[in-house]
């Protein structure tokens, strides 16, 4: 059986954008983008997206799941590491003093990093457990909605 690698490639990272943009997100694929973005007032979830498997059992299940509480962000928004390159490398710009990690988690407040839920807090964790991470840093920096 002869499968062509690139399509089937391009078929995950469209599951993967899909699912997530199903789920609310804003896909941000430009450097002005997050720029204008980032820096309104108010808080924005950022969810750095991947093909890897922990992004698809865990980190885009909590993405969903984490919303669905009494205090959430203003926006929630994704970037796709790998694929939108531009958008990626300028939104890991201010993740100060985080490494980049795909799949990971940022809560932006009025243009500053409130919150990081880095993969080593994804990976072989349940997808509730990264749930309640979220939600944790929603109840300090989130108002209710």
Excluded: W
């Amino acid at each position: 059986m002869n499968i062509d690698f690139n399509l089937f490639m391009n078929d995950v990272v469209r599951q993967a954008r899909q699912e997530i943009t199903a789920a609310g997100y804003t896909e941000l694929t430009t450097a002005d983008e997050v720029e204008d973005t980032f820096k309104q007032e108010g808080t924005t979830l950022v969810m750095v997206n991947s093909v890897c498997g922990c992004a698809g059992g865990i980190a885009r299940p909590a993405a969903a799941h984490s919303v669905h509480y009494d205090k959430r962000p203003d926006r929630l928004v994704t970037v796709f590491a790998g694929q939108d390159k531009e958008a990626t490398a300028r939104a890991r710009e201010f993740f100060t003093g985080f490494p980049p990690s795909s799949p990971s988690f940022a809560l932006m407040k009025d243009g500053k990093l409130a919150a990081m839920v880095e993969r080593h807090e994804i990976e072989g964790h349940e997808p509730m457990a990264v749930v309640a991470k979220l939600q944790e840093a929603f109840e300090q920096h989130c108002k209710e909605v």
